[in-house]
């Protein structure tokens, strides 16, 4: 069979603010589609999504992530060396950074963490009325993550980089057109700020340059990677914080679930991932003529693993839509990949969102909207840009 | 259906039945055996489903991945002869009657 054709596009402003009629289409189109205005495959099913996940034989990553093939004339850009590499070439440098973002190291910044967030939440409660994603998630991330990697992230720079990288991965739309140029005044900065003299002595990231000095990682690829630590642990922590507080505040049920059970902080976030997938997208090219369930798949073609659809699958979850902190999740949401490329700093974001959450939770007697949620249309994110709560205690 | 038997750190034990397919991990923590974390659901980046099998029945557990192998190393009880991650141990009729002991402590 060839594969159904969608005429819709993913990338639209409005699917990308709602995508969810996006996401059951292409789910019910079939096991894959063809995105008629780009030309590429689509899968929006949770058993397919790990499928091309988890074969880089016939799905490799060495196209990109995104939906232009990098390695194409025209498109072409540096590619990632951690994301955008297959086995076993990626397997030596996943080994070295899983060392140096080890559970052991992790757990060593909890005290840390613990304590800023008490001070954030402490923050907030005095305001009464805030924005979750400035004055909690954004502020929270900010503080603790850039020290923690050795890094100087100011603001406003990082979230234009931020925008600029994950608008990329996308067409060259408007949104795109717009990320790049805001982007400018901070590439200069951007550049500089994960060279060597400019990260903390002693910290991960100049690690990363000694074990470029020890031959463990190729020449020139630690300030690659300290990128990729900063583009994948930014933006996205931030609104996953944000989807969670979001979603708390909306379901005052699952509110008072956490109240009467605050372990439940590290399960609400899972669920949140879930729902509200972060990163919505990620591409993989095929290597040759292949099949998936059935369907007849061109070579050398990308195809995109729609991960939020693949959440929400209802052939996988129960009640799909419903936002329920008691569901098990974690390790079956595809909210941090699958395979080789699952997400090398998920104990870095799970820390974050269990402190942050667990001193709202014991901090706040009562969450609620305070207005309602805009969300940020980004080609590769669901992100939150504004989020009015309000905060009740004593 | 097979059965394995996990002993607390306070060395009670529990038996339970675990279909084919299924890991340890989460027939532990589905069944509220709180000395398994497993926090990353099964990703191999948490090393918190630490258990020590017991050793007559090592040679029937399925062979380590290299991702294994590294995250073994940054468990919090430190690295035994018999360890594995119980997210990758997956239920099979051969395991029956497996008996592993819960590593203390995970975090």
Known sequence: ?394 | MPKVTFINPDETRVELEVPVGTSLMRAATAHGLDGIVGDCGGGLTCATCHVLVQEEFLPNTPSMTPNEEQMLDFTAMGRQINSRLSCQLVMTEELDGLTVRIADPQL
């Open chain 1, 1 to 394: 069979m060839e594969a159904p054709v969608l005429d819709i596009d993913p990338y639209a402003t409005d699917v990308l603010k709602n995508p969810y009629p996006f996401h059951e289409e292409l789910r019910e189109t079939g096991p894959v589609a063809l995105i008629k205005p780009h030309g590429v495959y689509a899968v929006g099913r949770h058993v397919e999504a790990s499928e091309v996940l988890n074969d880089p034989v016939r799905f490799t990553a060495s196209g990109g992530i995104g939906i232009q093939d990098i390695r194409k004339p025209g498109e072409f850009r540096v590619p990632n060396r951690l994301l955008e590499n297959d086995p076993p070439s990626h397997t030596n440098i996943r080994g070295v950074l899983s060392r140096l973002l080890s559970p052991i190291v992790i757990r060593g910044w909890r005290e840390q963490f613990e304590s800023e967030a008490k001070k954030v939440v402490a923050q907030i409660v005095e305001m009464g009325e805030f924005d979750g994603v400035e004055n909690l998630a954004e502020e929270y991330v900010l503080r603790v993550f850039p020290d923690a990697l050795g890094v100087k992230l100011p603001r406003k720079n990082v979230l234009a980089i931020g925008e600029m990288r994950f608008n990329q991965s996308g067409p060259q739309n408007e949104l795109y057109r717009i990320a790049m140029e805001k982007a400018q005044p901070y590439l200069e900065w951007f550049e500089s700020s994960t060279q060597r003299e400019n990260v903390t002595p002693g910290s991960i990231s100049e690690t990363l340059f000694v074990c470029e000095d020890k031959g463990e990682i190729e020449p020139g690829i630690a300030s690659n990677m300290v990128r990729s630590f900063i583009g994948g642990g930014t933006d996205s922590t931030i609104t996953g914080i944000g989807h969670t507080l979001n979603l708390l505040a909306q379901n005052p049920d699952q509110w008072a679930e956490l109240k009467a059970n605050p372990n439940k902080v590290k399960s609400a976030f899972e669920e949140a991932l879930r729902m509200e997938t972060p990163f919505q997208v990620t591409y993989r090219t095929t290597t040759g003529e292949t099949e998936l369930s059935g369907v007849r798949l061109e070579p050398d073609t990308k195809i995109g693993v729609f991960l939020g659809a693949a959440n929400r699958d209802p052939r996988k979850w129960p009640n799909p839509d419903k936002f329920d902190v008691s569901r098990d999740t974690a390790g079956i949401h595809v909210g941090f990949g699958v395979g080789a490329h699952i997400c090398i700093g998920q104990m870095i974001a799970r820390l974050e969102a269990e402190a942050i959450l667990r001193a709202v939770v014991e901090a706040v007697d009562r969450l609620e909207p305070a207005g309602a949620p805009r969300f940020r249309p980004i080609n590769q994110m669901r992100q939150l840009d504004y989020l009015p709560l309000r905060a009740i205690s004593g």
